[in-house]
């Protein structure tokens, strides 16, 4: 609006020049300068009328009467709507038809677009209103858009419904597979982080991230299983070398038994010396040429051993990081903490640990203290930045056997193993206070980031979820009573 009434402040029209804009706007100010809203309406119908020669700023800038027949605010806003509402020439009238225009050209229409039927209604929408002149026109125009609502109301019902059932097949399509690829690393990998995705309510910003680490995982986990293929191919193509060359020195052995056994019945039969000779140098050559083949056979097993252990060892690299690669589906994408699967089997874990020993176990629930509104300042980025800080300063105080869970959202779980109730309070109120002296930069300005955490010591077989409530329960009470606080549950 201060853009606008600069420019047309500079600019000379026909009928109403700089200097009378600026006495109509002098006027305008010292009439409604004590009524802001007023005021911004006044000053908008001002410029609307110099831009419409300007014979519309002398009524809008008359002085209110003063004294005892002056009107409450209320009943001026009231009296001012009735007569701008039924004046087809107003010019707040015609910024809010403008604005409906503009609201059904720019905002509805691109939002329906596949959703053809709807499209054509607002389609209708747009030229009812465009046409719209009179007040009968503008009555038929609300029923109008009464019955368009109603009908946006329905689809919406049926897109919601529509996007649970989808949801609800992709879920058991993956539990589905899920069962079916129990020993595949692989496969495990890429359908724990779908079911994680599909576990939580679903926001542009996770599918893109999502979509980003399974991207990643894929590529990674291809060229591991396209590694571990070469692998084991290169060890068959070995075993089956070594099978060839032991059936070759077979052979081998077989034709020197038979050239020995010629040897003897040659020896046995003759009696010239001159022949004898002949047949031990026949019989060393033999022997030397069996000698050599030994050797090369024995050299071509040394080297094949070594080959197979080297292909075995890259095989277990290869499946060792193949499986490193697939327990990523096990983290929080955005805080590298774990995720609510690799919570739940570090609970399974950690219970079953605290059976055997007999060791007590405590599980803390904090939750970030005015989360929304540090987004809304600072935006969902630098709130997303603040959640990644909170889980560096946390795990940097826990101790390396503590276990670290996002949630959801600003809360996150601890699993504090032999420890019990009161331990786990001191050791969550040092988190505090350590976060407390690493402020959150953003912008190169420190932001205070604090946590309200509810802290329960696990009951006999009591389950995780048991646990957690507790916990819930008692951070509730930290956030009643002031919040920044960590309390033990009942």
Not at 383 to 403: Q, Y
Request: without cysteine; negative net charge; aromatic residues 6%.
């Amino acid at each position: 609006m201060l853009r606008e009434l600069i420019h047309e402040l500079d600019v000379s029209r026909p009928g109403v020049g700089i200097s009378k804009k600026k006495e109509g706007l002098e006027r305008v100010l010292v009439n409604f300068g004590t009524d802001v809203d007023v005021l911004e309406a006044k000053i908008q119908a001002l410029v609307v009328s110099w831009k419409h020669s300007g014979k519309a700023a002398e009524p809008l800038a008359e002085r209110e009467p003063t004294g005892a027949n002056v009107q409450p605010v209320a009943d001026r806003k009231r009296t001012a709507g009735t007569v701008l509402s039924s004046s087809a020439t107003s010019p707040l009238a015609a910024l809010w038809r403008d604005l409906l225009i503009k609201t059904l050209e720019l905002g509805l229409l691109s939002q329906l677009r596949y959703l053809p039927e709807l499209g054509r209604n607002a389609e209708a929408l747009l030229a009812q209103a465009k046409a719209a002149a009179t007040e009968q026109e503008v009555a038929m125009l609300g029923e109008s858009f009464k019955a368009f609502w109603f009908k946006l109301e329905m689809n919406s019902d049926a897109q919601f419904r529509l996007h649970e059932e989808l949801l609800q097949v992709m879920r058991l399509l993956v539990e589905n597979i899920g069962e079916l690829v129990v020993d595949d690393g692989w496969l495990q990998g890429q359908t724990t982080m779908i079911r994680d995705i599909i576990a939580r309510p679903l926001d542009i910003e996770v599918l893109y991230d999502a979509e980003s680490s399974l991207k990643e995982l894929i590529f990674k986990q291809g060229r591991l299983k396209h590694g571990l293929i070469e692998a084991r191919e290169t060890l068959k193509q070995m075993a089956t070398s070594f099978v060839e060359r032991l059936a070759e020195m077979t052979e081998n052995t077989g034709e020197f038994h038979n050239k020995i056994e010629s040897y003897q019945r040659r020896l046995s039969s003759t009696e010239d010396i001159v022949e004898l000779n002949v047949i031990l140098d026949n019989l060393m050559q033999d022997t030397k040429a069996m000698q050599l083949d030994a050797l090369r056979a024995h050299e071509h097993l040394r080297q094949s051993q070594g080959e197979v252990k080297d292909a075995e060892q890259r095989i277990r690299q290869l499946t060792d990081e193949l499986h490193q690669i697939s327990e990523v589906a096990h983290k929080d994408f955005l805080t590298g903490t774990l995720n609510r699967r690799g919570m739940d089997e570090a609970f399974q874990r950690e219970f079953s640990r605290a059976e055997r020993t007999g060791e007590p176990i405590s599980v803390a629930l904090l939750d970030v203290d005015h989360f929304k509104k540090l987004n809304d300042t600072l935006g969902h980025e630098a709130g997303d930045v603040a959640l990644v800080h909170l889980a560096k300063v946390v795990k940097n105080v826990l101790r390396p056997t503590d276990v670290l869970a996002r949630y959801g959202g600003e809360e996150f779980v601890i699993i504090l193993p032999e420890t019990d109730q009161a331990e786990g309070t001191v050791i969550m109120t040092r988190v505090q206070r350590e976060l407390t002296k690493n402020f959150f930069l953003h912008d190169n300005q420190k932001v205070l980031i604090t946590f309200s955490a509810g802290v329960a010591q696990r009951q006999q077989q009591e389950s995780a979820e048991e646990v957690i409530k507790r916990a819930d329960a008692a951070l509730y009470l930290a956030k009643q009573a002031g919040r920044n606080r960590v309390i033990g549950a009942e």
